[in-house]
T-cell receptor, first 119, second 110 residues
Framework: DAGVIQSPRHEVTEMGQEVTLRCKPI?????LFWYRQTMMRGLELLIY????????DSGMPEDRFSAKMPNASFSTLKIQPSEPRDSAVYFC?????????????????FGPGTRLTVL | DAKTTQPNSMESNEEEPVHLPCNHS???????IHWYRQLPSQGPEYVIH???SNVNNRMASLAIAEDRKSSTLILHRATLRDAAVYYC???????????FGTGTRLQVFP
């Protein structure tokens, strides 16, 4: 498996523009997590999904942020309009059942991240 | 969410054992203890996790105190590649969430 795939790897945009970050989880995983990492705030959980349904979005900073998971193999995190303070590295992670069928959401597999710079 | 306390930084020489401590005095009976690490310019990666008993895997060992209020991640022989930020995290079995703290930055010298 290729692991969790994120695109783009780098994004530079201007304030006010819409930004869409994309994530493809590991095949067969039923949990998907979006995190944001900054020097000031560290690694923060924004939202997570189970079976494509948002379970907890309490970490989403404000209404400018939205996340969707239209199917088991794809998720997006959208920022509209973007602001300079949104500059960060955004990580997607997935987890799921182990081959034995046991719940194994303890192990989250992270993607390489998208480095977002908003000018 | 129960909180963990880790030293900000630690140093080690290559091929020496490293013991990374973590205090979690408010841990509850259903909290698992997880360790992840983040290499420079990469996403976090799973290292090990446990509930009550000590755990070993190919990457490290996890020693859990009898009262579960502290734990230690043990790297048996540090390599330069082990230089990373190590996060100790508690998670309740029912929440699926991992709440990352500030972690310990481990430096490994040749």
């Amino acid at each position: 498996d290729a692991g969790v795939i994120q695109s783009p790897r780098h994004e530079v945009t201007e304030m006010g523009q819409e930004v869409t970050l994309r994530c493809k989880p590991i095949s067969g995983h039923d949990y998907l997590f979006w995190y944001r990492q900054t020097m000031m705030r560290g690694l923060e959980l924004l939202i997570y999904f189970n079976n494509n349904v948002p379970i907890d979005d309490s970490g989403m900073p404000e209404d400018r942020f939205s996340a969707k998971m239209p199917n088991a193999s794809f998720s997006t995190l959208k920022i509209q309009p973007s602001e300079p303070r949104d500059s960060a590295v955004y990580f997607c992670a997935s987890s799921g059942l182990s081959p034995s069928g046991a719940r194994s959401t303890d192990t989250q597999y992270f993607g390489p991240g998208t480095r977002l710079t908003v000018l | 969410d129960a909180k963990t306390t880790q030293p900000n930084s630690m140093e080690s020489n290559e091929e020496e054992p490293v013991h990374l401590p973590c205090n979690h005095s408010t841990i509850s009976g259903t909290d698992y203890i997880h360790w992840y690490r983040q290499l420079p310019s990469q996403g976090p990666e799973y290292v090990i996790h446990g509930l009550t008993s000590n755990v070993n895997n190919r990457m490290a060992s996890l020693a859990i105190a009898e009262d579960r209020k502290s734990s230690t991640l043990i790297l048996h022989r540090a390599t330069l590649r082990d230089a990373a930020v190590y996060y100790c995290i508690l998670s309740d079995y029912n929440t699926d969430k991992l709440i990352f703290g500030t972690g310990t930055r481990l430096q490994v010298f040749p």
